[in-house]
C-alpha cells in the first residue's frame, strides 16, 4: 500500500475518531479497549484520567521507542504517548512513509519502514511500556511532577523524555502524492543508494547546505544530478557551494520550480518552470529529492525548553539534558544534522540512561513514586 493509500485511510480514521470518541491504550498485553458510550468519553475529556508515572515517553519513533525499551527493562515502568496523526504522521514516526529500509543494523534484506516500527512497538510492549494512542497537547514543566496532557489522560511524571522528531517539509505539485516513495523522497542518505536510482539522472530541489550535501551524495550513486532552485543564487554556504558546483555531474537549474511529476509505476520525469521566462522543461530523472529543510515537533512545549534559531530543542553536549533538569530529548526533535534511524536510536538510549541516573538522584527508585 502507497504511503498516499495509507494518508487517506488515517485520514478517515481521524475523522471517525472524532465523531465517535474513541480513546485507544495498550498496555502489556497489547489488549486495545474502547471507551463504548459516548457520554463516557465525553466524562473522560472533562475529567481527564490522572495518572503518575516515573517517567513518561513522548513520541513514536526509534528513538522513543529504544527509550522505552531501556526504561521498561530498568523498571521505570513507562508511559509513553505515541499520539494519533501527530503531524498528519501515523504512529511509528517518519519511518511509517518510507517503503523499504536497508541501511537499518539486522536487516540484511531490508525492511519496510513500518514492519520496523511495529517490531519496535511490540519490544517496548513486551518489557512493559504502557501506550496511550493520543496527541500530547499540552505540557506543564515549570514544577515537579512534571504535567503532560492529552484530550484525556493527565500524566504527572518525575522525568519525561522528549522524542517527538522533525517532520521533512514537502512541495505539493500534480504527481508529488502519486510518486511519493516511488521516486520521490525527502531523504537521499536514506533512499539514494536504492537500485532503482542507480546510474540513472535524478534531482534535488533546495537551495541551502541540506540540498548541496544531497546532490554530492547522489553523486555517488546517480549519472547525473540536476539541482532545480527557484531564486539565482544559493543560499547555502560558499564551502558547500562550491564542492557541488565544482562537481562535473552536478548541474544547477535556476530559477526554476517543479510543476509536475509524472510517470508510469514510478517517477519518470518532472516539467520545470522557469520563473523568468516561463518556458517549461521536460526533464527525465528517475529520482526527485526534496531538500528543503525540517520541522522539528516542538510547538506543543510552548516556549518551555531552550529551542535554537530553527527550533530545535537543545541539549547539554554529550547528554540530552534539555534546558530543564529531569527533561531529556532525543533523536530528530534535537538533531539537525544526523536524522537517522539508527541515531535517534541511540540518542534513545542515553536519554533513558539519562533518565534513570536522575531518578536514582532524586531518589524516585522503585516504590518511590507509586
Known amino acids: 500500500m502507497t504511503h498516499n493509500c495509507f494518508s487517506k485511510v488515517f485520514k478517515s480514521l481521524r475523522k471517525a475518531r472524532n465523531l465517535i470518541g474513541v480513546a485507544t491504550v495498550t498496555t502489556t498485553t497489547g489488549t486495545t479497549t474502547t471507551a463504548a458510550a459516548a457520554a463516557k468519553f465525553i466524562s473522560m475529556v472533562s475529567d481527564p484520567q490522572s495518572l503518575k508515572t516515573r517517567l513518561c515517553i513522548i513520541g513514536s519513533g526509534p528513538a522513543a521507542h529504544t527509550a522505552a525499551i531501556y526504561a521498561a527493562r530498568a523498571e521505570l515502568k513507562p508511559i509513553l504517548f505515541e499520539g494519533w496523526l501527530a503531524n498528519d504522521i501515523a504512529p511509528g514516526g517518519q519511518l511509517t512513509t518510507t517503503s523499504e529500509v536497508e541501511n537499518f543494523p539486522g536487516f ?6 513500518i514492519e520496523l516500527m511495529d517490531k519496535c512497538r511490540a519490544q517496548s510492549l513486551r518489557f512493559g511500556t504502557q501506550i496511550f494512542t493520543e496527541t500530547v497537547s499540552k505540557v506543564e514543566f515549570s514544577t515537579t511532577p512534571f504535567k503532560i496532557l492529552s484530550d484525556s489522560k493527565r500524566v504527572l511524571a518525575d522525568s519525561v523524555i522528549v522524542a517527538t522528531g522533525a517532520v521533512a517539509k514537502r512541495l505539493t505539485f500534480p504527481g508529488s502524492e502519486v510518486f511519493w516513495n516511488r521516486g520521490i523522497s525527502s531523504c537521499a542518505v536514506c533512499d539514494g543508494a536504492a537500485p532503482i536510482f542507480r546510474n540513472k539522472p535524478l534531482a534535488v530541489i533546495g537551495g541551502g547546505d541540506s540540498a548541496m550535501e544531497e546532490a554530492t551524495f547522489l553523486t555517488k ?10 531564486r539565482n543564487e544559493f543560499r547555502a ?3 558547500m557551494q562550491s564542492r557541488a558546483l565544482s562537481n562535473p555531474k552536478i548541474e544547477v537549474l535556476w530559477n526554476s520550480v517543479v510543476v509536475e511529476a509524472y510517470g508510469e509505476r514510478s517517477l519518470g520525469g518532472l516539467k520545470v518552470k522557469n520563473v523568468v521566462n516561463s518556458e517549461v522543461l521536460d526533464l527525465k530523472v528517475w529520482g526527485l529529492f526534496f531538500a528543503i529543510g525540517h520541522e522539528p515537533a516542538t510547538k506543543f512545549l510552548g ?25 531529556f530529548a532525543a533523536g ?19 536519554a533513558a540512561l539519562d533518565a534513570e541516573h536522575y531518578l536514582q538522584e532524586i531518589g524516585c527508585q522503585e516504590g518511590k513514586s507509586d
Open 221 to 230: 550513486y546517480g549519472s547525473k544530478i540536476y539541482i532545480i532552485h527557484r
Open 303 to 327: 516556549g518551555q525548553l531552550k529551542l535554537d534559531s530553527d527550533g530545535y530543542v537543545i541539549t547539554n553536549p554529550g547528554t540530552t539534558q534539555t534546558s530543564i533538569k529531569g527533561v
Open 108 to 113: 540484511p534484506n531490508g525492511v519496510a519502514g
Open 237 to 239: 554556504s560558499k564551502i
Open 332 to 350: 530528530d526533535v534535537q538533531d539537525k544534522k544526523y536524522r537517522q534511524a539508527i541515531t535517534a536510536a541511540g540518542t534513545g538510549c542515553m
